[in-house]
């Protein structure tokens, strides 16, 4: 043997210390269990639980059942509430089970996959975050995803995510081969096609929105016709912007435009303080012109009408007519002068005329100030010529 004992050694290892132990301990200690003791003791109790022993029937039975028992309860699974179970049997998918505790047959019988029903997916189209590139790990752009073709024949770079969930999961499972990529070109391809038919310009300002819907909606339709068992739930635009080689060019024409686009809403803003300002003068000329052409339509109206009237009294009476047009034409020649004219007829010389107090000169005087009476003197009377009006 290679190990011989050396001075009358104990084993391969040398003399055990301190006794014949070979596990060091004095010999007057515990001794360890003995593994022979203790199976022998089970198969004694095994044996008096089966008289017959291992090899008889009924043993055979026994641990037949036992082990049918352990086998049919790795059937026992548990559905979380994220999840859906989908049970296959020989690998044909059967039913689908909600979540809560359930049983299926064992395997290899059947088996389940338990897909996350609940998760939002996220597709990247156009970009890639955590890429590394010179600059380190950041976010990278997909020249080939990206550039698409508006409606009026020019390019835009779009970027965008696209969110989803499993809404079947047993055709998620056996209707598609490769979800996520699946999701992706059926992404990019509708949104192609929606902007194929956008222009440029409401692209990039006021069409997003509506790009967006237009999208999901055809993703989904198309989805739903690979019967993939996806639903979309949101498509997000993060990026819409020209090419990067035009995309100053591209920015002088836009301000170009915005510009435009001010002087056009200035001009309208003036236009529509000023034609209506126009219009309000030309109505209201028009209405003064009406009112005049009725005043004087009707001034006309009525003295014809008072002409006629006074010519039918003067031919039914020309004296008594002639005399009353008379006074009244001296009535009003003589309304606003300040002589007293009196009527010689049955007085000589007009001395029979009183004086009077010409309290109108008095107050004109007055509130003239200079050449007015002094306090306490009294004003002199003065008697007017008489005027004789003989006819």
Do not use: C, H
């Amino acid at each position: 043997m290679p190990w011989n004992s050396q001075g009358g050694g104990g084993g391969p290892w040398g003399p055990p210390p301190g006794g014949n132990n070979p596990w060091g301990r004095p010999s007057g200690g515990p001794t360890p269990p003995d593994i022979e003791d203790f199976l022998r003791r089970g198969q004694d109790r095994l044996k008096r639980v089966m008289p017959g022993g291992f090899g008889s029937g009924r043993g055979f039975v026994i641990i037949a059942l036992l082990l049918v028992v352990a086998w049919a309860a790795t059937g026992i699974y548990r559905v979380d509430s994220d999840e859906k179970g989908v049970v296959l049997r020989f690998g044909q998918w059967v039913r689908t089970e909600e979540p809560g505790l359930r049983y299926r047959l064992p395997y290899p019988i059947e088996t389940v996959l338990l897909p996350k029903v609940t998760r939002v997916n996220r597709i990247e189209v156009g970009f890639l975050t955590g890429a590394s590139d010179r600059r380190g790990i950041g976010e990278r752009d997909v020249p080939d995803e990206s550039l698409m073709l508006t409606g009026d024949q020019n390019i835009i770079d779009i970027d965008f995510t696209v969110l989803w969930v499993i809404k079947d999961p047993g055709e998620f499972l056996f209707k598609i081969r490769d979800p996520e990529n699946t999701v992706k070109k059926a992404a990019e391809s509708a949104m192609r096609e929606v902007i194929g038919q956008t222009d440029i310009q409401p692209a990039l300002n006021e069409a997003r929105q509506q790009i967006e819907t237009q999208t999901r909606q055809t993703l989904q339709s198309m989805l739903d016709e690979y019967q993939s068992g996806i639903e979309i739930t949101q498509v997000q635009l993060q990026k819409v912007d020209p090419p990067a080689p035009v995309v100053d060019a591209f920015n002088d024409v836009q301000r170009a435009a915005q510009d435009r686009e001010r002087l056009r809403n200035e001009a309208e803003a003036y236009r529509n303080d000023v034609i209506p300002r126009a219009r309000g003068e030309a109505e209201r000329l028009i209405q003064e012109a009406s009112a005049y052409r009725e005043q004087v339509v009707s001034l006309a109206q009525g003295d014809a009408q008072r002409f006629t009237s006074v010519y039918e009294a003067y031919r039914a009476s020309p004296d008594v007519t002639s005399r009353r047009i008379y006074l009244e034409t001296m009535e009003q020649i003589l309304r606003g002068t300040n002589k007293v004219i009196i009527d010689g007829q049955g007085t000589e010389g007009g001395q029979s005329v009183v004086p009077y107090l010409p309290l109108d000169a008095l107050r004109q005087q007055r509130s003239q100030g200079p050449g007015a009476p002094q306090q306490g003197q009294q004003p002199s009377l003065q008697q007017p010529q008489p005027q004789q009006q003989r006819r």
